[in-house]
């Protein structure tokens, strides 16, 4: 289980967690999970412009998790959902440990404290 956890450190998990970690990036990907979105159609429920929500494609693309492509004019994103596997298997590894902790922390607070003295 640890060398998968030094498997996956070994990928570059660094540009997808940079990402997701930005709220404009993380509301293009929700809407592109449904279809997809030119550039302009990701900027406008966010008030930016053509510009930013270019750079914050640019940004998506470098991790993996959309592709552009051109069509005339437009440019046409598409959600790359595979590029989440690898984050989701880094999540993996620990949640047995959260897991672990949470069910300790449960069972403080069903221990009577009357029963403790």
């Not at 990701?42 to 930013?52: G, I, K, Q, V, Y």
């Not at 595979?82 to 984050?87: E, F, G, K």
Request: glycine share 2%; proline share 3%.
């Amino acid at each position: 289980m640890v060398e998968l956890a030094k498997n996956l450190l070994a990928d570059d998990l660094d540009e997808l967690f940079h990402a997701l970690a930005h709220a404009a990036r993380r509301d293009m990907l929700i809407r592109l999970a449904e279809r997809e979105l030119t550039i302009g159609e990701l900027s406008a429920p966010l008030a930016m412009s053509l510009a930013a929500a270019s750079k914050h494609v640019k940004i998506l693309e470098a991790s993996g998790l959309v592709r552009r492509t051109v069509q005339g004019r437009r440019h046409v994103c598409r959600l790359q959902p595979a590029a989440l596997a690898s984050a989701a298997a880094w999540l993996k590894f620990y949640e047995r440990h959260w897991n672990e902790r949470l069910d300790a922390l449960e069972d403080l607070f069903r221990t009577d404290p009357t029963e403790a003295q």
